[in-house]
């Protein structure tokens, strides 16, 4: 397995949530990394990314609330969510972030915000 997510739940809103991100060495060493998530009826999109130096970039809906980070001797991606609204609720991945170098998507985790 290259990519496994874990860590997404049920949580109120305003709750907070911790993802972790177990990438292969492979993808992880030589890629700038990111979190992805899908909503029911929607397409794929970016949350957060980081590069492999550490700097990080945001979509706007979940600026200041949200901070990925990454441990490379564990080869791992984080995503802090905080202030969690219901329509953040989705399925959460992690993968590499240029579209050449991903890696198969994985089941990803189940993040849901009841109101």
């Known amino acids: 397995v290259q990519l496994q997510a874990f860590g997404g739940g049920l949580v109120q809103a305003g709750g907070s949530l911790r993802l972790s991100c177990a990438a292969s060495?492979?993808?992880?060493?030589?890629?700038?990394m990111a979190w992805y998530r899908q909503a029911p009826g929607k397409q794929r999109s970016v949350v957060a990314s980081?590069?492999?130096?550490?700097?990080?970039n945001y979509a706007d809906s979940v600026k200041g609330r949200f901070t990925i980070s990454r441990d490379n001797a564990k080869s791992t991606v984080y995503l802090q969510m905080n202030s969690l609204k219901p329509e953040d609720t989705a399925v959460y991945y992690c993968?590499?972030?240029?579209?050449?170098?991903?890696?198969?998507w994985g089941q990803g985790t189940q993040v849901t915000v009841s109101s």
């Open positions: 980081i590069t492999r130096g550490g700097v990080t």
């Open positions: 993968n590499a972030l240029a579209l050449f170098s991903r890696a198969s």
């Open positions: 060495w492979n993808i992880f060493s030589r890629n700038d």
